[in-house]
């Protein structure tokens, strides 16, 4: 991953970083790995994860075509 720093402007690319951190999932990533997660409880949070993205892209669908 590369941010370029500009005029030394060190804040500008601070925020660079951590918005392309933050878009791969690295901070996301790092608090679920700060305690162990039992099988059964990742399981039901990956699981509850896939039904929030599937209800969010089928109300974007709903919205593009006009249903909403």
Do not use: T, W
């Amino acid at each position: 991953m590369l941010v370029s720093v500009r005029d030394n402007n060190v804040d500008q690319a601070m925020r660079v970083l951590k918005k392309k951190l933050q878009g791969e999932g690295v901070f996301r990533e790092m608090k679920l790995k700060q305690h162990f997660e039992k099988p059964s409880v990742r399981k039901a949070r990956e699981k509850a994860e896939a039904i929030r993205r599937q209800r969010k892209l089928a109300r974007k669908k709903a919205e593009r075509e006009g249903l909403l």
